[in-house]
Nanobody, 116 residues
Framework: QVHLVESGGGVVQAGGSLRLSCAASGISFAFEDAGWYRQVPGQQRENAERVASLSIGNVAMYEQFTKGRFFISRDDAKNTLDLQMMNLEPEDTAVYYC???????WGQGTQVTVSS
């Protein structure tokens, strides 16, 4: 059975940093294209916007709004996918999900709230 479990969310002031981590079981991130997505209120999880993704070949892609503030990485030994977020803005407030989207595999999400 496949599970993705996110951690690291919380409440932070604007300009602060958070590091999200996603631990996988039943799959290996080393052999999957995976990414981080975020869902705002009123949006269905499956329509969540991509934040960043990392291919099997370790090629990272970022959405423009990350503006060099976010960095995605993978630890193959720990089988985790991390998202380092810096200089957070109130607009970054959302539920963040780890996902292997093309296989419809999602974690339970972790709330990130940025106060102004």
């Amino acid at each position: 059975q496949v599970h993705l479990v996110e951690s690291g969310g919380g409440v932070v002031q604007a300009g602060g940093s958070l590091r999200l981590s996603c631990a996988a079981s039943g799959i290996s991130f080393a052999f999957e294209d995976a990414g981080w997505y975020r869902q705002v209120p009123g949006q269905q999880r499956e329509n969540a916007e991509r934040v960043a993704s990392l291919s099997i070949g370790n090629v990272a892609m970022y959405e423009q709004f990350t503006k060099g503030r976010f960095f995605i990485s993978r630890d193959d030994a720990k089988n985790t996918l991390d998202l380092q977020m810096m200089n957070l803005e109130p607009e970054d407030t959302a539920v963040y999900y780890c996902s292997v989207r093309h296989r419809a595999i999602w974690g339970q999400g972790t709330q990130v709230t940025v106060s102004s």
